[in-house]
């Protein structure tokens, strides 16, 4: 439990940890590939290292390198550093005892998924409680199409997930919902196939796996629809992947709450490090400009195939907007801490097409509404979304129901409450940002 005090003001520098979905993929495509990948900026939190060690378990040797600093101050130092010792794409083997576990890593399971379904042997695969309530069908549907069995062990779609592995056939799939991580699952399955794999979805979600895998060596194209939003990616089996160097930049959604509290707290300014800025990652950015939001970016530049910049906001006088369609898939992460900004904001916001957050870490939008409540604010909440009427916070308990993403964005509401805020589970943020009150408490 931990209680949050009204911000007087916000003022510093923060460099936010590195980008979660970058630090799956690399520990992912690093181990398939032949010979080392060496990654700087790893995010050790619960969801990455769930990861890490479902590899580890698959016999892949990941050494994690300590940051030293140079004696000479004409030297650079060293950052920490993992070293993924690649095995290729057939060099996995099934892990000893009965079960991988990817704990609270939606993207661990399905991710993984694809890559057990081109392996040799069968997987049995789990994760926490939590996860346990998550959809799976939406990966199982189309590895069945590709050939795979895939069979949940209480026949509900749900977790836990028997794989038998084989030699999954490349299909042309829609996918229904645009989601990085089902697409992500059926392209790495499409590695091990004879034939193209073509993945097709209504708006371009998260690309961090089309950009790596070109990095690696993998052979993609993207094709756009000329009379919708809608995307395919075409993935040509055949290529060998090889090890890189890997910088992963920091993670905008970790950036977002950190950017909401300097808009937010009067007479703050606030500036985030190194960020990355991905135009399939940049929904939160192109929210606080629509809101009249004053953000500058700066230092802008490429770190691999990511766009990285420093981006510095200050104390605004935020107005609702609407937020829907394609710019979704852009923010997703980031529409619980939006939620507070636009319940501090003046008029409403209106928030449709979201309906992919009710099946996160927990329905995110009937947790949101409730809270926002609580805390004095009108929500009229609709099946795929809300209207936000913004007005004044009065602190409140916040149950996060086990979400880092709700515990950090009513962290921010506390900050702007009337009176203070207390956030009953706050141990919850380990799962992407361990110290994320340590950097708050930075900025104070």
Same mark, same amino acid.
């Given at each position: 439990?931990?209680?949050?005090?009204?911000?007087?003001?916000?003022?510093?520098?923060?460099?936010?940890?590195?980008?979660?979905?970058?630090?799956?993929?690399?520990?992912?495509?690093?181990?398939?590939?032949?010979?080392?990948?060496?990654?700087?900026?790893?995010?050790?939190?619960?969801?990455?290292?769930?990861?890490?060690?479902?590899?580890?378990?698959?016999?892949?040797?990941?050494?994690?390198?300590?940051?030293?600093?140079?004696?000479?101050?004409?030297?650079?130092?060293?950052?920490? *550093?993992?070293?993924?010792?690649? /095995?290729? =794409?057939? %060099? $996995?083997? &099934?892990? !000893?005892?009965?079960?991988?576990?990817?704990?609270?890593?939606?993207?661990?399971?399905?991710?993984?998924?694809?890559?057990?379904?081109?392996?040799?042997?069968?997987?049995?695969?789990?994760?926490?409680?939590?996860?346990?309530?998550?959809?799976?069908?939406?990966?199982?549907?189309?590895?069945?199409?590709?050939?795979?069995?895939?069979?949940?062990?209480?026949?509900?779609?749900?977790?836990?997930?028997?794989?038998?592995?084989?030699?999954?056939?490349?299909?042309?799939?829609?996918?229904?919902?645009?989601? *990085?991580?089902?697409?992500?699952? /059926?392209? =790495?399955? %499409? $590695?091990? &196939?004879? !034939?193209?794999?073509?993945?097709?979805?209504?708006?371009?979600?998260?690309?961090?796996?089309?950009?790596?895998?070109?990095?690696?060596?993998?052979?993609?194209?993207?094709?756009?629809?000329?009379?919708?939003?809608?995307?395919?990616t075409i993935l040509y089996p055949g290529t060998v992947l090889t090890g890189q160097n890997i910088?992963?930049?920091?993670?905008?959604?970790?950036?977002?709450?950190?950017?909401?509290?300097?808009?937010?707290?009067?007479?703050?300014?606030?500036?985030?490090?190194?960020?990355?800025?991905?135009?399939?990652?940049?929904?939160?950015?192109?929210?606080?400009?629509?809101?009249?939001?004053?953000?500058?970016?700066?230092?802008?530049?490429?770190?691999?195939?990511?766009?990285?910049?420093?981006?510095?906001?200050?104390?605004?006088?935020?107005?609702?907007t609407e937020i829907g369609g394609a710019l979704i898939p852009t923010l997703i992460d980031e529409?619980?801490?939006?939620?507070?900004?636009?319940?501090?904001?003046?008029?409403?916001?209106?928030?449709?097409?979201?309906?992919?957050?009710?099946?996160?870490?927990?329905?995110?939008?009937?947790?949101?509404?409730?809270?926002?409540?609580?805390?004095?604010?009108?929500?009229?909440?609709?099946?795929?979304?809300?209207?936000?009427?913004?007005?004044?916070?009065?602190?409140?308990?916040?149950?996060?129901?086990?979400?880092?993403?709700?515990?950090?964005?009513?962290?921010?509401?506390?900050?702007?409450?009337?009176?203070?805020?207390?956030?009953?589970?706050?141990?919850?943020?380990?799962?992407?940002?361990?110290?994320?009150?340590?950097?708050?408490?930075?900025?104070?």
């Amino acid at each position: 439990m931990l209680t949050i005090q009204k911000a007087r003001s916000l003022h510093g520098t923060l460099s936010v940890p590195g980008d979660k979905s970058i630090s799956h993929r690399s520990i992912m495509l690093g181990a398939i590939a032949e010979g080392d990948t060496v990654v700087r900026g790893f995010l050790k939190s619960a969801d990455c290292l769930a990861t890490l060690e479902c590899f580890r378990r698959l016999g892949v040797s990941i050494e994690e390198v300590p940051a030293s600093v140079s004696a000479d101050p004409k030297e650079p130092s060293e950052e920490a *550093a993992l070293i993924i010792h690649g /095995v290729g =794409l057939h %060099g $996995l083997h &099934a892990p !000893d005892g009965v079960e991988l576990n990817a704990e609270n890593s939606g993207t661990t399971v399905r991710l993984l998924s694809g890559i057990l379904a081109g392996q040799s042997f069968s997987s049995h695969i789990t994760g926490d409680s939590s996860l346990q309530k998550r959809p799976m069908a939406r990966i199982i549907r189309p590895l069945t199409e590709m050939g795979i069995l895939v069979a949940s062990n209480n026949d509900d779609n749900r977790l836990p997930l028997r794989i038998a592995g084989g030699v999954p056939r490349g299909i042309r799939y829609t996918s229904p919902v645009a989601s *990085a991580q089902v697409k992500s699952c /059926v392209l =790495l399955a %499409g $590695l091990y &196939a004879e !034939d193209p794999t073509f993945f097709t979805e209504p708006a371009l979600s998260r690309n961090h796996t089309e950009l790596m895998l070109g990095a690696f060596g993998g052979n993609l194209k993207i094709r756009k629809s000329r009379d919708s939003e809608a995307v395919t990616t075409i993935l040509y089996p055949g290529t060998v992947l090889t090890g890189q160097n890997i910088i992963v930049p920091g993670d905008i959604s970790s950036a977002a709450y950190f950017l909401a509290a300097g808009l937010l707290v009067r007479n703050s300014e606030v500036t985030l490090r190194n960020v990355g800025i991905n135009e399939t990652r940049d929904g939160m950015l192109r929210v606080i400009r629509a809101m009249g939001g004053q953000m500058t970016l700066s230092n802008v530049h490429m770190e691999g195939k990511e766009p990285v910049a420093d981006i510095t906001v200050s104390s605004s006088r935020l107005h609702g907007t609407e937020i829907g369609g394609a710019l979704i898939p852009t923010l997703i992460d980031e529409l619980p801490v939006i939620a507070v900004m636009a319940a501090a904001a003046e008029g409403k916001t209106v928030i449709r097409d979201a309906g992919e957050l009710r099946v996160k870490e927990s329905d995110r939008l009937a947790a949101i509404a409730e809270n926002l409540r609580k805390m004095g604010i009108r929500v009229d909440e609709s099946e795929d979304g809300m209207v936000i009427y913004g007005g004044t916070l009065s602190g409140a308990a916040v149950d996060p129901l086990g979400d880092h993403r709700l515990a950090m964005a009513f962290s921010v509401a506390g900050l702007i409450s009337q009176t203070p805020t207390t956030i009953l589970d706050e141990t919850c943020v380990n799962i992407s940002y361990p110290n994320f009150y340590g950097d708050l408490a930075l900025l104070s």
